[in-house]
């Protein structure tokens, strides 16, 4: 009787919750998968679409234009970058864990530091970046000339050998600090009587990363990494305001795609789609994550 009692206690504690899921992201995304089989127009949108049925993804996935902006999303702006973080702000994390900053008494200051990119809004981080990467009055350009290694201004948001590089950057510039701090906080909990018993036992600094450290930190690089894809994957900001997805639509991702098709071409219905197909690929990355991370934590609470 009293574990009856507490599973409809349980039940009504978490139905508002429930509630408000559906209501902010259950409901949006059953409007918008219903939208995605219609010719709904942003200009009529009083009047509503025209059922097509599946038109708008056989469109979609028939394009050759679709599978380049897929491309860009997931190996451009999703797997160098994640990638990149990930080992910079491991190497990052050493550092900032090493003696040598503590015996130098820098290990504040550089914290400090490193909290800057991370404090600064991504807006204004794009902002003052297409400023130094400017091509006629940027400060890159001058220092880099300065010091003679290149000839003339490089335009480096609208060369398409350099505008995913400096995308890049500006991510990685803006995003590294939680990353590095991520793992230093991973470091410091590494137990230090293991890095003794494997010294003592003569294992080297190397030897006692790729053994002792780097199994230890292993939950906390899965679980950094898949967030990293969750945060990275449908992110608008960096690419939008960096290039407007150009030159041309050369640095098109999903993110801005579902952006122009649905209120620059005012094609809400075909928008719909490729937001169902992006919101398909999360789910994915969704499994990972539930396989990976919440399974785990649910062994450890039974």
Do not use: C
């Not at 040598?100 to 820098?106: A, H």
């Not at 789609?273 to 785990?296: E, K, Q």
Request: proline share 4%; net charge neutral.
């Amino acid at each position: 009787m009293q574990d009856r009692h507490d599973r409809i206690f349980i039940v009504l504690m978490l139905a508002p919750i429930f509630f408000f899921l559906f209501f902010f992201y259950g409901y949006p995304t059953l409007f918008n998968l219903y939208n995605s089989f219609t010719d709904l127009n942003l200009m009529g949108l009083k009047a509503g679409g025209s059922f097509v049925g599946l038109d708008n993804y056989v469109e979609l996935l028939s394009s050759r234009d679709f599978y380049r902006v897929l491309w860009n999303t997931l190996f451009w702006l999703t797997a160098v970058s994640v990638v990149l973080r990930l080992i910079l702000g491991l190497l990052l994390a050493l550092l900032l864990n090493s003696a040598t900053l503590r015996r130098y008494r820098l290990t504040t200051v550089s914290r400090l530091l490193l909290l800057v990119p991370w404090a600064t809004p991504p807006i204004v981080a794009v902002v003052v970046w297409r400023w130094l990467l400017d091509g006629r009055q940027g400060a890159i350009n001058d220092w880099l000339m300065t010091l003679g290694l290149i000839d003339k201004p490089i335009a480096f948001l609208a060369n398409i050998d350099t505008v995913w590089p400096a995308i890049i950057t500006i991510i990685v510039w803006n995003t590294l600090p939680l990353v590095t701090l991520t793992f230093l906080a991973g470091l410091q909990s590494v137990p230090p009587e293991l890095l003794e018993a494997a010294e003592m036992d003569g294992a080297k600094a190397v030897h006692r990363f790729f053994h002792v450290t780097l199994p230890h930190l292993m939950p906390t690089v899965v679980v950094m990494t898949l967030l990293l894809i969750f945060w990275t994957f449908n992110n608008f900001v960096y690419v939008w305001l960096a290039t407007g997805a150009g030159p041309g639509l050369f640095t098109n991702v999903l993110a801005t795609e579902i952006y122009i098709k649905g209120f620059i071409d005012f094609e809400m219905g075909f928008s719909s789609a490729v937001g169902m197909v992006m919101a398909a690929l999360m789910a994915v990355f969704g499994l990972f994550y539930f396989r990976f991370v919440a399974m785990r934590e649910f062994r450890e609470i039974l």
